[in-house]
C-alpha cells in the first residue's frame, strides 16, 4: 500500500483505553452506469422486473453464448473517468475472475483486473471547517454485476433471479486516503453528486446502484497500515459511517486487547449497527484472472476521449468556484447550492438578473427548507423558479414586505399561480401612502394614551407601536414608513 | 513440476470436482506427468516477447445501447432442473 | 450403400436442380443408412428424422420453384458441439444431460439458409476434448476403416470423430466439426475424408458450445474439396454476435477452385520433420510434395523454429480456457444436478458425476495454471509462446504462399491403444496444434493407404483468410492422389 497516505488531524483520532488510534480508510464504489441495455448483453438494464425477465440468454450463461459490448457503457465510463479527472487508457483488457455462485451464471466475472479502463484520478472533498481534502482515485474499472438470490423465502432452498446480471458496474477504487467515518461519508456524497451531474449513474443507493465495499483498518499514528477488513455492499451513506465507527471501534478492542485483525470479509448489518465476518467468504480467495478469450482488447482514440471532454457539462467543483467568483456567495452557500445539478440549475436560474446573494438565501432557506418539510425532490417542486424569481422581485421593487412574500410563497407552493396576480388579486401590496399609515398611527396613539407617555421615557416601546399598526394595517403597511412616522409623532430623537 | 495430492483436492475444490482417494491419487500422478511435460517451454527465450491477447489483429466492434434481448424468461428457465415462477432453485446458500 | 447416398455434395446438388430425385428422397436414403450402420459405427448420438422430412419438403418446394440455394436439399451431420433449436446438444457431455437449447447456432443457421437438411447430432469426444472420439458420454463413434484383413475396431480420431466417420460411411453428404487442436483435420485424415480448418474468426462462435475460445473454431468435414468448399462458404461470415469473428467477405470457394497452382510457392517446414516420424508418413510427405511440384507450385524449405514448443502451449492455454468455459455447468440452470449436503456439494457432485476423466483433467491442469502464483510461470508463458509461433508462421509466410506437411503423426489406432497415455494422445495433435495456436486455416486431404491399406492425410496451412488458394492447392494433391474410394463396408 501507499506510504505517501496522509496523516489524521488529532481531532480525528480515536481514543483507545492504551493511547490513540487513526483509522484507515479506503472505499470501493460499485456504481451502476447508465445505461438502457447490459454490459455484454441487449437485455434490459432496467431496475426491477418480473424474475428472470430482464435476461437474455447471454446472462443465463447457456452454452455458446458470447458477450458483445454496449458501446455507450464504455463512453459512460470515459466520461466519468474525465469527471474524476483520472487518466483515461486508450486501450485495457477484460479478464475474467473466476468463482462459483448461483447468481453468477457463467462462474466467471468478466471485470477488469491488470489494465483498466480508467487509472489514477482525484476527487476533492470540502470539510465542515473549510479544510479541502484530496483523496486520490486508484482506478476505474468495467464490470458485471451478478445476479440476485433471495434466501430469506424457504427454509432449504435459495431462489436466483438474473436480472442484474450482466448490468454495466464501474468499479471506482480509491486510495487509503480517508482518517474518519465523515470523510467516508464525504467522499461517497461527493462521488454520487459527480456521477448524477455526468449522468454516468443515477446514484441510486436504495435500488442498489451505487454500493461501497469499505476497507477498514487502524494503527497507531505514524505506524505502519494495520490488516484491513473489507466491509462488503454498504447501501448508504449513512450505513457507511456506521460501519466504519463500529468496525474501527472493533479493531481497537481486539488490539487492545492483545488480539490480532485478521483480514477478511465482513458484512454490515443495519439492524444492529455491527459488522461480522462472512461464512460464505471464508475459503481462500484465488481467482483465477486471465484476460476474456471472448473479448478482444477494447480501444479507442485520444480524439474519441477528447470529444468526450469537450462535451462535459460544468462539473460540481467548477460550478461552485464560479457561484463564488461571479455571483459573490460564500463557499458554504455554494457549496450547498451545487450538491445537486438541478438544485444549482435552479439557483441560476433565479439569479438571473436578480441579486444573487437573495437568490441563494430564498433558494436555501425557504425553498430546501420547504422541500425537506415534504419530502419533495427539488425537480417536482410545486414552486418554478420564475415563480421564486417573481416573488423575489416584488420584494426588491418594493411591492411586499419580506414577510408577506414568505406568505405569498406558501400560497404559490400550496396553490400555484402569478406571484403578481395574486398579490394584486388578494390586496397583499404594501401600503406606502403615508395618510393611510398616519391614520392608523393616530388610531393606535389615541387608543393607548399610557402607552405613548411611556414611549417618550422609554423609545424602545416604538417597536410595539409598530407592531400595532402593521396588525392594523394587516401587514400590508410599509415597516420603514411606519417606523419613520412613528418617530415623528412620538416625538423620538 | 509434480503436485502433491493436498495440492490435486485443492484444485479439484476450486474447480468444484469432488474427488474421492482413488481419483486424488490418480489425478496426482496424471497432472504431474502433464505439468512435467509443458515444462519443456521453459527451453523458451521469451523475454520482452508480448502474450498473445488475438491471433487475428482486429479491433473490438461494439454494439448500440439498444434492448432487443430479454421477457423470455420460460426460455431462460425451460432446461433449469428445478425453477418456480421463473427463479431457479438451489440449496440454501448461507452468507 | 445406396446409389443416392454415393453422391457428393456437388452431384447431388446439380442431380437435385435437374429433378433426377427429390430431396426427401435423397433424404429417405440418407436416414435408411443411418439405420443400418449406426448400432456399429455410433457416428450420430440422435437421429432427427422428422425434422430431417420437413426440412427436405421444402426443399423441394423451393426446388420445384426454381428457387434453390447453394445447398438446398444437401442432407448434413451437425456435430453435437453445435447449439440447435429444439435438438439434443450435450456436447457428447453427461454434465449436458437432456439440454434442449432454445437457439440456433449462427453457423447451423447458415446451413439452414442455403437449404441443407438437417439429419441429426454428431458422436465427438466429450466437450471436443480428445483424439480419438473415445472421451464421449455415448461411447466411442468407430472408423469405418480397418486395416485389410482385420476386423479390430479403429478409431475415427476425434473429436469430430462422428462427423468424419459418418462422412466416410456415407451417414450424409457432409457434417460439420469444430477444430480447436486438430479436431476437423486429424479425424479426417483417418477417415479418409476432406476437413478444413479456416482462419480462426472466418466463422462464427456463436451458438458453439465453446471448448477453448482462443482456439475454437467451425469447419465442415466432406468428401472431396469442392464439397467441403461448397460448405465453407455457406458456413462462414461475419457475426455481431461473436466479436472475434472478422467483417470481411466471405469468397466464393466453390468458384476458386480448378484454378492452376503453377507458380505457387509452397514451404516445407523441416521441423515437421520430428523424431522418430515413420518412414510412411515420410514418404508420404514426400510424395505430396512431388505432386505440387508436377503441378508447377515451387517448393521451398522453411523453417519454424518454435514448432515443438506448440504442443506443450497449447496444453496450458487450451485447458485454462476450458476451466473457466466449462464453470458454467453447475446443475443450476441446465444439464445434470445431482444433490449435495449444501449448494458446494451440490456443484462438486453435479461436476463430478457429469465430466468425464478427461475433461475433468483437463480442467484441472487449467485450473492449476491459473491459479494464485503460477499464472506467469503458466499461462503467460505459454501465450507469449504462442506469439513466437505466430511469429515463425509470419516470416515464412513472406516468402511462401502455403505450406505442406503431414495432417497425422499416423493412421487410425485401435480402440484402447493409447487411453492410459494421455500424453501420447495429445501427440496426434503434433501437426495440426500450431495452426490453432497462430489462428491460420489448415486442410486435411486423403493423401494415400499405409501398408495395413488405412487412409493418410497431408494438411497444408495458409495465410490468414487465404482459404480459397488452399482449397486450389488441396485439390491439386485430390486430382494428383485419385478420388478415395469408400471404406469396405462391413456394418
Ligand atoms: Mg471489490
Ligand atoms: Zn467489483
Redesign the pocket.
Known sequence: MDEMVRSAPKDKLIKGATGDWEVIIGL?V?AQVTSKSKLFSPASAEYGGAPNDHVSLIDAAMPGMLPVINEECVRQAIRTGLGLKARINLKSVFDR?NYFYPDLPQGY?I?QFKQPIVGEGVVYLDMAEGEQIAVGIERL?L?QDAGKSIHDQHPSLSYVDLNRSGVA?M?IVSKPDMRSADEAKAYVTKLRTILRYLGTCDGNMEEGSMRA?VNVSVRRPGEPLGTRCEIKNVNSIRFVGQAIDYEARRQIDVIEDGGTISQETRLFDSRSGQTRSMRSKEEAHDYRYFPDPDLLPLEFDQPYVDALAAALPELPDEKKARFVADFGLSPYDAGILVGERVAADYFEQVAQGRDAKAAANWVINELFGRLNKDGVDIVESPVSAAQLGAIIDLVASGVISGKIAKDLFEIVWSEGGDPAEIVESRGMKQVTDTGAIEKAIDEVMAANPDKVAQAKEKPSMAGWFVGQVMKATGGKANPQAVNALLKDKLGLE | MSVDEATVRRIARLARIAVNDEEAHRLQGELSVILDWVEQLGEVDTAGVEPMTSVIPMVMKKRDDVVSDGAKADDVVANAPVSEDHFFVVPKVVE | MSELTGLTIAAARAALEKKEFSALELTEAYLGEIEGANGALNAYVAVTRDKARDMARACDERLARGEGRPLEGIPLGIKDLYCTQGVHAQACSHVLDGFLPRYESTVTANLWSAGAVMLGKLNMDEFAMGSSNETSYYGPAINPWRASGSEEKLVPGGSSGGSAAAVAARLCAGATATDTGGSIRQPAALTGTVGIKPTYGRCSRWGIVAFASSLDQAGPIARTVRDAAMMLGAMAGHDAKDTTSVDTPVPDYAAALGGSVKGMRIGIPREYRIDGMSAEIGALWDKGIDWLKASGAEIVEVSLPHTKYALPAYYIVAPAEASSNLARYDGVRYGLRVAGDDIIAMYENSRAAGFGAEVKRRIMVGTYVLSAGYYDAYYLKAQQVRTLIKRDFDSAFEKVDALLTPATPNSAFALGAMTDDPIAMYLNDVFTVTVNMAGLPGISVPAGFDARGLPLGLQLIGKPFDEANLFRLAQALEDAAGETPPAQRWW
Open positions: 470501493e460499485h475472475k466475472q471485470s474499472h464490470e458496474l468499479e465495499d
